[in-house]
């Protein structure tokens, strides 16, 4: 082999180094990142979307079901009412 080939091949093992150390390299950063994005979401009390969807759906169908027992309530107050002033005659 002459010298090129050998320098050649030197450059080969020293990219494919250096893109193997890099590639560890952001994986590090991107860890980091992660915890410290996690740290500031627990800190600041914030919820995931799923847990947030599901309380979505648990008041919706709370304030369905207060309006119908609003409506069944007036109901039975007219009732009573009437009840009451048939009950006065």
């Known amino acids: 082999m002459s010298n090129k080939e050998f320098i050649k091949e030197d450059i080969i093992k020293l990219i494919g180094g250096a893109t193997s150390t890099l590639g560890i390299f952001k994986e590090e950063i991107e860890e980091k990142i992660k915890d410290r994005v996690e ?43 009437l009840l009451t002033k048939n009950n006065k005659k």
């Open 39 to 81: 740290k500031l979401i627990y800190k600041l009390e914030l919820i995931n979307k799923k847990d947030f969807l599901t309380v979505k759906k648990m008041v919706e169908k709370s304030r369905l079901e207060n309006e119908e027992l609003r409506k069944k309530v007036n109901l039975l107050e007219k009732k009573l009412s």
